[in-house]
């Protein structure tokens, strides 16, 4: 059964036929390229979702991670993310396996279809070409058998008639016979013009459009079997990823039956046990007679400078225990709430910024002027006074610039000045925390200094939260004793050991002796001096370089 016998007059519907099957070719390839895009946007979403949810900490800084719960967590997101990576896969196989495969075989198939019907229609305007010639030669050989009829007819009835002259009558008869042959003429190119197209319609119908049928009916059949073997590799792509999805979804099981409830509560007591014993009871304090508190080793006591302390709401918490909780700070444009050093950073940054936003806009205004220069001196490139807007408003941002640099040099300078006067030593305010002594302790004017500049910082850190206060204001002295049932003491985060004597004799450092052990409660900040607890009680600030710190 071919189409060539069977549907030999059916061109039409073949032509409608072989142009479904290759529509049908494109609407599967569109609809895996769609399939694919499905799997790559979900590919995608995976990787995205693991990681958001992965640990942004290493394991080693992260304790979470000793934990079973998170190990496992952390165990499928990873299969996810493989996971993923096979659905990645699975969209690859079908964009090249089925997409590029039969997108690149339907266009050969087009183009082998349009050579084939643009022979048939050129068989057939032949053919119809030979049809009409045949058709003409019959009308011309009934037209000349007409005319020669009545040429006969003519040539008799003169002949008969007596009348006529010998003339008209030999002159009839010669046309008659003139007629007769253009007839006899005609006859025979309309009979061998039949008997041609004959022959071309045979070959038509038995030979030629036959084997076109059948040139249309081998390439219909190809792109059916590369169809059905596309439709295959759908699901061939499935299975391909198959084992390794398996392994993913046993990665998950595995990690699901991994949590260990009892190691976990085991791991958190080991990350978080403290080994304190549990307090005793508060003992009552009786501050109902007047006391005259001697100045301790400790920064509880009046301040150096002489000035009685605020009692009441006014004074911050900060300032009556500085080891406690910090209240919140208010950010200021010049960074007066940081402390010098800090600050004098920030400055710095803020300076450099500024300066080079003022050097673009130079260099904007260098262009605009050359620029407007040409247009000077070349109107037709464009109008001068189109620039002027332009050059107005740079103009206008290098002098707001310009103030903001000055304002911001001379925070830098105050700043500066205040880091040169904290310290005796300018150098290492910048470099590295105080060097501690050769071999004496130090002398009274180095830990004047130090102790100084201890006050200092300490009083800058709270100058945006309250304002100085006045002297003479009549306040009573005891006002550390305010909070002391509400300050909870801080947990120490290592000890450390005096390598040098110090003599903590002003506001905020406390004294130690050389080789007493202490309470770690505050590391260093990068100041210099790092807080510490004594074992008789007592919390201050000592220099750090005096001190050997080890850490829990």
Not at 34 to 54: C, D, H, P
Not at 149 to 159: C, F, I, V, Y
Not at 225 to 253: D, R, W
Request: one cysteine or more.
């Amino acid at each position: 059964m071919d189409w060539g016998t069977e549907l030999w007059d059916q061109f039409e519907v073949i032509e409608r036929h072989t142009q479904w099957g290759l529509d049908l070719l494109d609407r599967y390839v569109k609809f895996v390229k769609e399939r694919t895009e499905v799997e790559q946007a979900y590919a995608k979403q995976l990787r995205s979702l693991v990681k958001k949810y992965l640990p942004k900490r290493p394991v080693k800084d992260d304790p979470e991670s000793k934990f079973s719960q998170q190990q496992s967590f952390v165990q499928i997101l990873q299969e996810v993310n493989d996971f993923a990576g096979q659905r990645e896969l699975v969209a690859e196989n079908l964009s090249v396996r089925v997409c590029l495969d039969l997108a690149k075989y339907s266009q050969e198939m087009k183009q082998e279809r349009k050579m084939h019907l643009q022979e048939g229609r050129r068989a057939q305007q032949q053919l119809e070409s030979g049809f009409k010639q045949l058709e003409n030669s019959k009308r011309k050989f009934e037209r000349d058998c007409r005319e020669a009829e009545k040429a006969a007819q003519t040539a008799e009835r003169l002949d008969q008639d007596i009348n006529a002259t010998k003339a008209d009558v030999e002159k009839a008869k010669q046309q008659a016979h003139l007629r007769s042959h253009m007839a006899e003429e005609s006859k025979n190119e309309y009979a061998a013009q039949l008997q041609r197209f004959n022959r071309d319609q045979a070959h038509f119908y038995f030979s030629q459009m036959p084997q076109i049928f059948d040139k249309l009916q081998d390439m219909d059949e190809r792109r059916t079997t590369h169809l059905g073997a596309g439709y295959g590799l759908l699901s061939e792509a499935e299975l391909q990823v198959l084992p390794i999805i398996a392994k993913c979804l046993e990665g998950m099981k595995v990690a699901a039956a991994a949590v260990d409830t009892k190691n976990d509560s085991q791991v958190l007591i080991e990350l978080h046990k403290s080994g304190f014993a549990r307090p005793g009871d508060v003992e009552f304090e009786d501050f109902s007679q007047p006391m005259n508190r001697a100045p301790s080793d400790s920064s509880l006591g009046t301040p150096s400078d002489g000035r009685p302390e605020l009692r009441g709401p006014a004074r911050s918490r900060a300032k009556r225990w500085p080891f406690g909780k910090k209240n919140k700070t208010v950010v200021t444009e010049d960074f007066s709430h940081l402390p010098p050093e800090q600050r004098r950073k920030r400055l710095q940054q803020q300076l450099e910024e500024r300066n080079r936003e003022l050097q673009k806009e130079v260099d904007q205004r260098e262009a605009l002027k050359k620029m407007k220069d040409v247009y000077e001196k070349t109107p037709q490139m464009g109008d001068p006074a189109s620039l002027e807007p332009q050059i107005a408003e740079t103009l206008n941002n290098i002098e707001r610039l310009k103030l903001e640099v000055q304002k911001y040099e001379a925070w830098l300078a105050e700043a500066e000045s205040r880091v040169l006067s904290n310290r005796g030593d300018s150098l290492s305010r910048h470099t590295r925390p105080p060097d501690p002594p050769a071999s004496a302790p130090p002398d009274s004017s180095s830990s004047s200094s130090s102790s100084n500049n201890n006050r200092e910082s300490q009083d800058n850190k709270e100058s945006s939260e309250e304002p100085p206060l006045e002297e003479g204001q009549d306040t009573p002295i005891y006002t550390e004793f305010d909070e002391d049932f509400e300050e909870e003491p801080a947990s120490p985060i290592g000890h450390c050991v005096a390598i040098y004597h110090f003599e903590g004799s002003s506001e905020g450092t406390i004294s130690m002796a050389e080789g007493e052990d202490l309470s770690l409660m505050e590391e260093d900040k990068g100041d210099g001096w790092t807080r510490v607890r004594r074992k008789q009680g007592g919390e201050g600030y000592v220099p750090t370089s005096y001190l050997r710190v080890t850490l829990n």
